[in-house]
């Protein structure tokens, strides 16, 4: 790639290691219902890929309940 920028003389921005690794970019967003069952005990969470993902943030979140969250996936971890 680098090779075809350079010989057509554009100039182009290179973004900082750093901000690569963080980047969502390229990536596809799954968008996952929050769900839970507070009669039975069971706190806010959601699911992706048949397992259950929760945060002490998404624990107090009920008024998400219902709602569908973007989740982007960290392929580099």
């Given at each position: ?35 839970a ?17 929760g ?12 709602e ?10």
């Amino acid at each position: 790639m680098e090779y075809f920028i350079r010989g057509k003389q554009t100039m182009i921005t290179w973004l900082a290691e750093q901000h690569r690794r963080t980047l969502c970019l390229m990536q596809s967003a799954r968008r996952c219902p929050v769900r839970a069952y507070l009669d039975q005990g069971v706190c806010t969470r959601i699911n992706l890929h048949s397992v259950r993902y929760g945060s002490d943030v998404l624990a107090v979140s009920t008024r998400l309940i219902g709602e569908h969250l973007p989740v982007y996936l960290n392929v580099l971890a």
